[in-house]
């Protein structure tokens, strides 16, 4: 929507669109037909501290009970499912149940400081909802997502393709009085999971048997189709940017030809050479351009493929040679090899 994030709509997310099914149908629901039920979805740190309401920690965050706060919510779930198709769906889930976990601990902590360094009770007035996951979200996507100008204002500003994301979360941000507490929470708790301090990473992570179970189940209902690959060009873009998307696009249709071309032969049993990769489109041409005539250049060896890459693609289901294949025609792109093994 607003940032590149791979190909367009839901497809390979299906834990990213039951987050924006359900728990928006439920907070729809609660709105318009069950206003007397919203009760119990309040997030009041006060009743848990004083009646032991312990099950507001889990109801009371969950549903949002503003529908602002669940649009916006949603528009950066959309966004940030690039990372369910980086890292996979049992990875991207861990990562929501640890920041999840670990933001209602910073909020307790937040809130009895507010109390006791300024005498304000905060406790009763924090907003309800999915919100410190996905202020969670920030850290990765500041951290992996490189930026790229698409327009320059006021001589050094400029905007970038992630700038209407941190608006958005900005908006999110000021919506309610204390929804700043749930934002602090959320980021502290995203920078301890990304960083893996105290190896929180290996402890609140999603079991193998509940990812599996939750793959038979679940991931069928809430899968959604591959989309056309076509190049889909931005209201008001300038021609510029239109090329450089076609040329995008040239790229990834020849790394994925290369790609089927070397799983062939790979599979009829012949010798697979991987000098015979041809460079990305845009790089073929700016070699043949030089000196009006083709450069005739030595063959690179194969590409030295990261473990740590191979590891991450066989967690998402995928054989160990296909995943060397994949990160091998890709240039060690992860992101590329992971939209390649899907195709083929």
């Not at 109390?115 to 406790?123: E, L, P, S, T, V």
């Not at 602090?184 to 920078?191: E, K, M, R």
Request: aromatic letters at 10%; hydrophobic letters at 45%; a positive charge.
């Amino acid at each position: 929507m607003f940032t590149s994030t791979g190909s367009s709509g839901l497809y390979k997310a299906p834990l990213s669109k039951g987050l924006l099914l359900v728990p928006s149908a439920l907070s729809l629901l609660l709105a318009l037909l069950l206003p007397h039920c919203q009760r119990f979805f309040v997030y009041d740190l006060q009743a848990v501290k004083d009646d032991f309401q312990i099950w507001r920690l889990i109801c009371g965050r969950i549903i949002c009970l503003d529908l602002k706060d669940t649009f916006c919510s949603n528009l950066l779930i959309y966004n940030f499912r690039i990372f369910e198709r980086r890292y996979g769906s049992r990875k991207f889930a861990s990562f929501l149940l640890g920041s999840w976990v670990l933001s209602a601990l910073v909020d307790i902590v937040l809130v009895e400081a507010m109390w006791h360094f300024f005498g304000i009770a905060a406790a009763g007035n924090l907003p309800s909802g999915f919100l410190a996951p996905v202020f969670a979200l920030f850290v990765p996507f500041y951290c992996s997502i490189p930026r790229s100008q698409v327009a320059q204002i006021l001589g050094p500003l400029s905007i970038t393709n992630k700038t209407l994301i941190y608006i958005l979360g900005l908006q999110l941000f000021t919506s309610g009085s204390y929804i700043w507490i749930v934002a602090i929470s959320g980021l502290a708790s995203g920078i301890c999971y990304n960083s893996q301090v105290f190896r929180l990473h290996q402890v609140l992570c999603i079991p193998k048997g509940v990812a599996k179970f939750s793959s038979w189940t679940l991931e069928p209902i809430f899968s959604s189709a591959e989309p056309a690959t076509e190049a889909r060009i931005g209201m008001g873009a300038t021609v510029d940017i239109q090329r450089q998307q076609r040329m995008e696009l040239l790229d990834r249709q020849l790394m994925l030809s290369q790609f089927a071309q070397v799983r062939q032969q790979r599979q009829q049993g012949g010798m697979i050479s991987w000098n015979r990769l041809l460079p990305p489109f845009r790089q073929r041409r700016n070699i043949n351009s030089q000196d009006g005539r083709p450069s005739e250049q030595a063959s690179p060896p194969p590409l030295e493929v990261s473990e740590e890459q191979v590891a991450q693609l066989m967690e998402m289901g995928f054989s160990r040679g296909d995943a060397l294949e994949a990160l091998r025609a890709s240039n060690n792109d992860l992101n590329v090899a992971t939209n390649f093994l899907p195709q083929h």
